[in-house]
């Protein structure tokens, strides 16, 4: 059973919609949280990191954490069919003496 | 710029046969790791290094080897290659204990065993 769980396993939203997808660790080691996005055929590329309680916002996209859940959410505003991508999220610990694990994703697509 | 290359791109090996997938980072990163992605179970870990001469096992090493020489290389090795390690395989190096930095990956391997 994976460490990371995501969820849902795809969504699709409309054009201009909100994207929101989950991710949980359960894993009490961990204390860092990544997403990436990967396009169909490329290699996943980092989106955004939140490593604190609270909220991380970078233009459209949003991420949350809930350190005592180790819980972490991705919430894309304003959707472009370009978001249409698979997410995965990742946790580790702060060390580097530890290995970096991913979830099995989210696939979204975004319809016009 | 940060990089992390892999070779081959792709690669077409038969059942039973040896099968090595290079990985080279110019990033300076202590910890480098390789996955392999299936459909349905996102990527998965197979083997990572925090430096030069370790190799540490991940969650599904059975059937693969590792080596790292060097700061820079890390390699996959399928010693009898079967047909379920069919797949794409990604290397990456960075992570915690690089300063915090994302693991940045390669352009992946795109493996067939026949």
């Known amino acids: 059973q994976q460490k990371v769980q995501q969820s849902p396993e795809s969504l699709i939203v409309p054009e201009g919609g909100m994207a929101s997808l989950n991710c949980t660790s359960s894993?009490?080691?961990?204390?860092y949280f990544w997403w990436y996005r990967q396009h169909s055929g490329k290699s996943p590329k980092m989106l955004m990191?939140?490593?604190?309680?609270g909220e991380k916002e970078e233009g459209r996209f949003t991420v949350h954490l809930n350190k005592a859940s180790l819980h972490t959410s991705l919430h894309i505003r304003d959707s472009q069919p370009s978001d249409s991508a698979l997410y995965l999220c990742?946790?580790?610990?702060?060390?580097?003496?530890?290995?970096?694990?991913f979830g099995a994703g989210t696939r979204l697509k975004v319809i016009a | 710029e940060a990089a992390v290359t892999q070779s081959p791109r792709n690669k077409v090996a038969v059942t039973g046969g040896k099968v090595t997938l290079s990985c080279n980072q110019t990033?300076?990163?202590?910890?480098m790791y390789w996955y392999r992605q299936d459909t349905g179970h996102g990527l998965r870990l197979i083997h990572y290094?925090?430096?030069?001469?370790?190799?540490e096992k991940g969650d599904i090493p059975d059937g693969y080897k590792a080596s790292r020489p060097s700061q820079e290389n890390f390699s996959l090795i399928l010693e009898l290659a079967t047909p379920s390690q069919t797949s794409v395989y990604f290397c990456?190096?960075?992570?915690?204990?690089?300063?915090?930095?994302?693991?940045?990956f390669g352009e992946g391997t795109r493996l067939s065993v026949l």
């Open positions: 990456a190096s960075g992570g915690p204990g690089n300063n915090n930095q994302a693991p940045l």
């Open positions: 894993d009490r080691n961990v204390d």
């Open positions: 990191s939140i490593f604190s309680n």
């Open positions: 990742a946790a580790s610990k702060n060390t580097g003496n530890y290995k970096y694990v």
């Open positions: 990033n300076n990163h202590n910890n």
């Open positions: 290094s925090y430096g030069a001469g370790s190799t």
